[in-house]
T-cell receptor
Framework: KAGVTQTPRYLIKTRGQQVTLSCSPI?????VSWYQQTPGQGLQFLFE???????NKGNFPGRFSGRQFSNSRSEMNVSTLELGDSALYLC?????????????FGDGTRLSIL | DAKTTQPNSMESNEEEPVHLPCNHS???????IHWYRQLPSQGPEYVIH???SNVNNRMASLAIAEDRKSSTLILHRATLRDAAVYYC??????????????FGKGTSLLVTP
């Protein structure tokens, strides 16, 4: 069974640009969550999508957005990139529903802002 | 979500058992105890979870205190590949509560040969 796939693995952008990251969840999983990981702040929750609707949102500015498609694949977008957006962006999927189901993570997209 | 407290770091010898503690004194009745680990240069990996009873799987065992205010992740025989940051996280088990894991700092496990 294929795991969570994130593309691209590495990305270099400059300040002011925008970026789109992609995540393909495990087949059958309807919940997709995004996290940002930095050395200073650790792993922080960005948002969660379930059946194409944003169900939860973390404390990030509006420059961070996402969406989910009918096949459960998800994208996240960051506009007007800042140096502080350099991070590992992780996607996780789960069957959905209650919080007693585990999340399965991809290996992330490492975004570097110059 | 209720908060958890873990030691910053622990050290173990290879092939010895490892007991990773987690305190969660404000746990609610519907909170599940989840454990994840993150190996270097990888995304977090689900390890195990439980509600009230002890749980075993191929990776580890989870021992939950009777009052549920603490739990212990047990790696029966540590290998060098178990060196990782281990996160203890509480998740509300009510349906449709959504997913937003609060990872905290975790415990960095060092395994020495």
């Amino acid at each position: 069974k294929a795991g969570v796939t994130q593309t691209p693995r590495y990305l270099i952008k400059t300040r002011g640009q925008q970026v789109t990251l992609s995540c393909s969840p495990i087949s059958g999983h309807r919940s997709v969550s995004w996290y940002q990981q930095t050395p200073g702040q650790g792993l922080q929750f960005l948002f969660e999508y379930f059946s194409e609707t944003q169900r939860n949102k973390g404390n990030f500015p509006g420059r961070f957005s996402g969406r989910q498609f009918s096949n459960s694949r998800s994208e996240m977008n960051v506009s007007t990139l800042e140096l502080g957006d350099s991070a590992l962006y992780l996607c996780a999927s789960s069957l959905g529903g209650s919080g007693n189901q585990p999340q399965h993570f991809g290996d992330g997209t490492r975004l570097s802002i110059l | 979500d209720a908060k958890t407290t873990q030691p910053n770091s622990m050290e173990s010898n290879e092939e010895e058992p490892v007991h990773l503690p987690c305190n969660h004194s404000t746990i609610s009745g519907t909170d599940y105890i989840h454990w994840y680990r993150q190996l270097p240069s990888q995304g977090p990996e689900y390890v195990i979870h439980g509600l009230t009873s002890n749980v075993n799987n191929r990776m580890a065992s989870l021992a939950i205190a009777e009052d549920r205010k603490s739990s212990t992740l047990i790696l029966h025989r540590a290998t060098l590949r178990d060196a990782a940051v281990y996160y203890c996280i509480l998740r509300d088990g009510k349906s449709n509560s959504g997913y937003a894991l609060n990872f905290g700092k975790g415990t960095s496990l060092l395994v020495t040969p």
